[in-house]
Every structure is written in C-alpha cells, then in structure tokens.
C-alpha cells in the first residue's frame, strides 16, 4: 500500500515537472522581452552616433540635379543654406600664409539674385545633372581642416558632410572646377558651400 502511494506520489510529481512547469509556447520568449531593458549603446558608451544619412542625401542629390537641369531658381533659393559660403576652399596652411577673411565670401539670402546666374552658369546646369559617383565624395568626419569644420558647425551632430566637386575644360580650353558642400541642417539636407577656384563676390 505504502509502495502503491509513494508510486503515485512519484507520477503526479512528474507529470506535474513535465507538463505544469512547462512554459506555453512563446511565453519565454515574451518574458525575456519584459524584462530585458532596451539598452541606449550611445547613452551607455558615451559617443556620438554617425547617423546613417546616406539615403536622404541621395533623396535629396536627386532633387537638386532636377532643379538644376530645370533652371528652378525657386527650388535652388530654398536648397542653399544662408549665409552661403562662396569663397574659394581654402586649407589650414593657407590660413597661416593668407589675410583673406572667410566671411568674405558669406552670402545672404538677399544678395541671392545678384549672383544667381554666376552660381548656377551653364557649365554648373550642363554638370551637375550628368554628374556620377566619382564626382562625389564623404567628407572625413574627423577632418581638421578650417573649411569644412566651419561648415560643420551648423549641422546636425553626428551627420556628414558631402561634396561634388567637377573638373572640366571650358570652352577656351583651360581647366577649372566648381564644388558644393552638402549638410544636414535641423533635418534637413541643405547647400552649405559653392565654391571655384576664383572668389565669388568681389
């Protein structure tokens, strides 16, 4: 009788371990969603997140070579970020052998019209809407250089800095090259600089 019982005993305890304590299906893995707490790798290391910008850059790219090709002064006024920078690149060893001001080169919104057929001439509608990958580049976000961290300096924390820069041959048979600096600014992709090898205003 005793032995009849402890048997008993033993197979409610075991069914009891093979099939109550058992979970139901997803229910662990619900648990450990519960309990788990969604971790903040840039809180927790302390370092800045590089956005990954890249698509809304290209988005935006897309839209600038259309409003070039169309001559859509409207659509250009209001991708260019103001002050815009005019003035040639310059580089920190040029800072140190030079007296020219980069403010210089600053444009505002209400000088635009003045030197919007400078910016925008035929050889900058006839390039950038045929330009390709090889015209384009990242800026290194570790960069030291004086152009483009005073260009940084209006963007959004952690996002990059892009550049076309062409090089062609005019029509008189000389070389020259214009760029332009591309920024995310309050979300939103803008032109920060406009460059060619010769000042802009002045």
């Given at each position: 009788?005793v032995?009849?019982?402890?048997?008993?005993l033993?197979?409610t305890?075991?069914?009891?371990?093979l099939?109550?304590?058992?979970?139901?299906?997803?229910?662990r893995n619900?648990?450990?969603?519960s309990?788990?707490?969604?971790?903040?790798?840039?809180?927790?290391?302390?370092?800045?997140?590089i956005?990954n910008?890249e698509?809304l850059?290209?988005?935006?790219?897309?839209?600038?070579?259309f409003?070039?090709k169309q001559?859509?002064?409207a659509?250009?006024?209001?991708?260019?970020?103001?002050?815009l920078q005019?003035?040639?690149?310059?580089?920190?060893?040029?800072?140190?052998s030079?007296t020219?001001?980069?403010?210089?080169?600053?444009?505002s919104?209400?000088?635009?019209p003045?030197?919007?057929a400078?910016?925008?001439?035929?050889?900058v509608?006839r390039?950038?809407?045929?330009?390709?990958?090889?015209?384009l580049?990242?800026?290194?976000?570790?960069?030291?250089?004086?152009?483009y961290?005073?260009?940084?300096q209006?963007?959004?924390?952690?996002?990059?800095?892009?550049?076309?820069?062409?090089?062609?041959v005019?029509d008189?048979?000389?070389e020259?090259?214009?760029?332009?600096?591309f920024?995310?600014?309050?979300?939103?992709?803008?032109?920060?600089?406009?460059?060619?090898?010769?000042?802009?205003?002045?």
């Open positions: 009788m032995i009849k019982k402890y048997i008993l033993w197979s305890l075991t069914l009891h371990v099939t109550g304590c058992k979970p139901a299906p997803g229910q619900e648990l450990k969603q309990v788990t707490p969604k971790v903040n790798v840039a809180a927790q290391s302390q370092q800045p997140v956005d910008d698509p850059f290209r988005q935006f790219l897309a839209q600038f070579k409003a070039v001559k859509d002064k659509a250009l006024s209001n991708m260019l970020y103001y002050p005019t003035s040639p690149q310059w580089s920190n060893t040029d800072l140190q030079s020219s001001n980069y403010q210089d080169g600053l444009l919104k209400k000088e635009l003045l030197y919007m400078d910016i925008f001439s035929g050889d509608t390039l950038v809407p045929a330009s390709t990958e090889d015209d580049s990242v800026i290194d976000a570790h960069s030291n250089e004086d152009y961290l005073r260009l940084r209006v963007t959004d924390k952690g996002t990059s800095l892009y550049e076309l820069q062409k090089q062609y005019q008189n048979g000389k020259t090259s214009f760029g332009f600096v920024g995310k600014v309050k979300g939103t992709y803008k032109i920060l600089s406009y460059y060619t090898p010769w000042p802009l205003k002045g």
